[in-house]
């Protein structure tokens, strides 16, 4: 009887520690609802960008073709673009000039040396003015197109503005240069006359001078066209 009444007892506390562990547990398939945490604020996404392309100037520049234009922008003016030639021409300019004197006076400088300089030979490599430069200024021999290189170039490199001026409808090929000293463009022609030819003083002269010589020339020697030029392109000269 002591063991059934026990037994019983077990029973009776299993039943109950079994209707315990009902009450706390979930029913089946019902998730369990955990407690909200505490987290920061989300991030809200970004906005897509509302700039107009189309409104940008331009594009960005490949690195070789930025430093390329960088180096021709931080070139300076007066400067030829070549190395050699530049080194010729300061050699010049150093023993023609100095740093007192205005552009004209030392554009006649440029003038009387290129002139007084420069043997007549009658010929030239006409390929490329720099290359009939730094050919004038090495072996002192050229024809006209010589002497309208080497001027550039020491022009050029005195920062001197000045343009190529050619004959045309004459018999024979003739270059010049066209200069700006700041007070206008002018005629500069530094090759050496003919014994035969008028006398000229060919430094700084006009449009009209240089129709008057034309004249002249063709009265007196009979060449045609000395000094006829086409303008177009070139810069409006002094009168």
Request: charged fraction near 25%.
């Amino acid at each position: 009887m002591k063991k059934f009444s026990a037994l019983l007892l077990i029973i009776s506390i299993l039943l109950s520690l079994a209707a315990c562990g009902v009450s706390a547990a979930q029913p089946e398939g019902q998730k369990v609802q955990e407690s909200p945490k505490i987290t920061e604020s989300p991030k809200l996404p970004e906005k897509a960008s509302t700039v107009d392309e189309s409104s940008e100037t331009e594009s960005p520049l490949p690195a070789e073709e930025t430093e390329s234009r960088n180096a021709e922008e931080s070139e300076p003016e007066s400067m030829t673009g070549d190395q050699e030639l530049d080194e010729l021409a300061e050699i010049v300019i150093s023993a023609i000039t100095t740093e007192e004197t205005d552009k004209r006076t030392k554009a006649r400088a440029v003038y009387d040396f290129v002139r007084g300089s420069v043997n007549y030979s009658g010929s030239s490599d006409k390929t490329d003015w720099k290359t009939a430069a730094k050919e004038g200024l090495k072996t002192r021999q050229g024809d006209c197109f010589t002497y309208y290189a080497v001027a550039r170039a020491l022009l050029k490199c005195l920062g001197i503005e000045n343009r190529e001026v050619q004959r045309v409808d004459g018999r024979s090929e003739h270059w010049w240069n066209l200069v700006n000293c700041g007070d206008g463009w002018y005629h500069m022609d530094a090759t050496p006359m003919g014994a035969e030819m008028p006398p000229f003083n060919a430094f700084m002269f006009t449009d009209e001078q240089a129709r008057h010589y034309t004249e002249l020339v063709q009265y007196e020697v009979g060449l045609t066209n000395f000094y006829s030029f086409n303008g177009d392109g070139l810069p409006a000269r002094a009168s």
